[in-house]
Each structure stands twice: as structure tokens, then as C-alpha cells.
């Protein structure tokens, strides 16, 4: 499986980014799909998950009511919708995937990585 991340860029505070990723090799269809982050001089941290049929969504507590998981099983693909963006939301972010239908949120479990893609908000 690889992972094309995109949609990074540059934002004001308050804005909004769309993340988007892009699976290709096979179908993720039955996969657990998360995106994670690393801010600069910090280690890489979960952000949201998402089970194989969204039945089962989950958040770190930053960005709850903020971000939101979604996916498109008949594209491959999985998004990060991102508003009321604040500074310490900066940073690379990652799509993952593992391969076990369940919710997961530790680095550990995801077995494919995207290359990442880079937010940074503007205060």
C-alpha cells in the first residue's frame, strides 16, 4: 500500500485546509485510516481515525469539534477537513493505514505511511 498525502499549505488562523490521501497498491477498504502530526521539535502524535465503514470515529482532544475524519472507500481515499485552524495546529501531517479493523491511535499499530504534508497556520 502507498499514500500520497496533499492539500498542506499555508493558513490564517481561524481558516480552514482539506486534507486529502490518496491510497494506491490495493483497497484500503477494509482498513483503519488515521492522520497523525509532527510540529516542529515534537515527536509525531496522533490526530483521528477512522474504521473501515466510519462506523467508529475517533479524535485526540485538541481537535475535537474542529477536524473532521472521512473516507471514500470507493476511491481510496481519506480526508482531514480542518477548521477553525489555531497556530499549534502547524505541522507535517501523515495519513496511515492498518490493516486491522479496528480503532486505533497509537504509531505503533499502522503499518503504511504516507509522506506527509505540511500545514502551517499563521497567527
Known amino acids: 500500500v502507498q499514500l500520497q498525502a496533499s492539500g498542506g499549505g499555508l493558513v490564517q488562523a481561524g481558516g480552514s485546509l482539506r486534507l486529502s490521501c490518496a491510497a494506491s497498491?490495493?483497497?484500503?477498504?477494509?482498513?483503519?485510516l488515521a492522520w497523525f502530526r509532527q510540529a516542529p521539535g515534537q515527536e509525531r502524535k496522533f490526530v483521528a481515525s477512522?474504521?473501515?465503514?466510519?462506523?467508529?470515529?475517533y479524535y485526540v482532544d485538541s481537535v475535537k469539534g474542529r477536524f473532521i475524519i472521512s473516507r471514500d472507500n470507493a476511491k481510496n481515499m481519506v480526508y482531514l477537513q480542518m477548521n477553525s485552524l489555531k497556530p499549534e495546529d502547524t505541522g507535517v501531517y501523515y495519513c496511515?493505514?492498518?490493516?486491522?479493523?479496528?480503532?486505533?491511535?497509537?504509531?505503533?499499530?499502522?503499518?503504511?505511511w504516507g509522506q506527509g504534508t505540511q500545514v502551517t497556520v499563521s497567527s
Open positions: 477512522i474504521i473501515w465503514n466510519g462506523g467508529s470515529i
Open positions: 497498491g490495493r483497497t484500503v477498504r477494509t482498513y483503519t
Open positions: 496511515a493505514a492498518d490493516n486491522m479493523p479496528v480503532i486505533r491511535a497509537v504509531e505503533d499499530a499502522f503499518d503504511y
